[in-house]
């Protein structure tokens, strides 16, 4: 699959959706549900414009953002910020309370080699935070004709996820499941389910010696 290269058009349509009361509440439930503690050092792999690195700051802790493309590193106006793929993070071991993929892991070509270098760079007990789009929601959506003007498809996505399957990518990385679950306001209502928009999950970083969460 050929990936596109992001235009400025993408940037300021990314720009602009991070902006929304939608997006942040979003943000919002992630970092409650990763129960991010004042002081955390919590790693945004691939924060673009800096949205929930604005958020993580309002609630205490102290954020790294990290992105793979030069526009979201000179442009985000929150710091510090690190141009860096998430296959390879310019991190030390442990360096990490927490990390969050937000709207990002769909992005990556590689998906093992970034959550396993998350997995290197949290301490014992470290979280990982991650909301993605729901691949069950997109497809249902996309054979609505009603709703097809509801999806625009992303052309920097490579693969959406289903909940099982992106909870076999995080496991198979080392970590533990914690909560994963559908999430959001937007649902498709079926005979036998309803299905949400998008995909939460929250993983622990289990300390190696004892294979326990902190």
Known sequence: MTIAVPDAAYFQRVDRWSSTPAYHREVDTLLAALDVQPGGRVLDVGCGPGAALRELRQRGACPVGVDLYAAWANLCNERPVVRGDAGRLPFADGSMDAALLVHVVAHLGRPAEGLKEIRRVLRPGGRLGLLTPNARFL?????????RRDYRPDPT????????ELCRQVTAAGFRILQARPWGARALPLPAASLKERLLLVAGAPDTSTGRLR
């Open 139 to 147: 497809s249902a959506l996309r054979l609505r004709p009603r709703r």
């Open 157 to 164: 996505v490579h693969h959406h996820y289903k909940l099982g």
